[in-house]
């Protein structure tokens, strides 16, 4: 993983059960990128299964990008991309406590 600004990001391009950032972290933003159908969707969960973040592709070459510090600034156990139709999301975050 790079480290941008004090975070660290992840890239995922797929949808899987498996934690892409385990343990305690603060999550600063979002951003998915080429989804490639309108309709197609990408949510991200903590280990829990909490919705932490989703939105739909509005179109073809969808991209949309949140700033999610003020959200949960507490942070969050786990990161997890459970929904991705298509495209690739980063996902900038900073691990607590440790």
Do not use: F
Not at 25 to 36: G, I, P, Y
Not at 67 to 79: R, S, Y
């Amino acid at each position: 993983m790079a480290t941008i600004n004090n975070s660290s990001v992840v890239t995922v391009s797929s949808a899987g059960v498996t934690d892409v950032a385990p343990g305690s972290n603060r999550l600063h933003s979002v951003r998915w990128r080429e989804a490639t159908t309108g309709g197609h969707a990408c949510v991200i969960t903590d280990a829990a299964g909490v919705v932490l973040w989703s939105t739909v592709a509005g179109g073809a070459n969808y991209v949309e990008e949140s700033d999610l510090q003020k959200k949960w600034p507490n942070g969050v156990n786990g990161l997890k991309v459970s929904t991705l139709g298509s495209g690739t999301v980063d996902i900038y975050y900073e691990t607590l406590g440790g």
